[in-house]
């Protein structure tokens, strides 16, 4: 860990994370329910009581270019708030820590897209042993044409033809919105155009 500019080191039940000032986040200890979110957790090493474990520390690569902003550990579960406002959650989910609306584990950090349709900023992240609190701010109205945006991408039939209603540039902008908002459909997801038969 040596030439890394440390800004904050968190520790849950037996795993310990660390945020760099560049916003890269490092996890290491014990991985039983896929708290340190690098993969499942048998194909780790397993300790002297059979419990898996990273016994050295590894970056969190899940997260993409995604710069950390804040990271948190709980009893078995983590919780990472990125710079964009993003709270990326992951590990035991027996009592909906991880805020994705079931009781699953998540082994790789996942997205709480809950939040994001709450539209407020996330300020905080905090983890006790078997629960999560998010600390945010105030509501942020969508702007008009985000509002719009989500209409047309929400219905299949506008969506499919948003090439023919809409100018260019607001083509790709309406596209962006959809997609950022979960309710566009990638475009691999639209119907393939029927092809020539000879």
Known sequence: MSGLRVRRVVAGWGHTALLTAE??????????????????P?????????????PDFRLLDRLGAKRVAQIACGGEHSV?????????????????????????????PRVVSRLKATRRDVLEVACGNNGTLVLCGYFNPP??????AEVICAD???????DAILPPSLVQRVRAAGASSGAARPDTDLPEPPSAQP
């Open 156 to 162: 299949p039939d506008r969506f499919d033809d948003v």
């Open 143 to 148: 702007s008009l044409f985000d509002c719009c």
């Open 42 to 54: 048998e194909s780790f090493p397993h300790n002297e009581r059979g419990h898996p474990y990273q």
């Open 23 to 40: 916003g890269a986040a490092y996890v290491c200890g014990r991985n039983f329910q896929g708290q340190l979110g690098l993969g499942d």
């Open 80 to 108: 990472a708030l990125t710079e964009d406002g993003e709270v990326h959650s992951c590990g035991a989910g027996n009592k909906g820590q991880l805020g994705h609306g079931n009781v699953d584990n998540e082994q790789f």
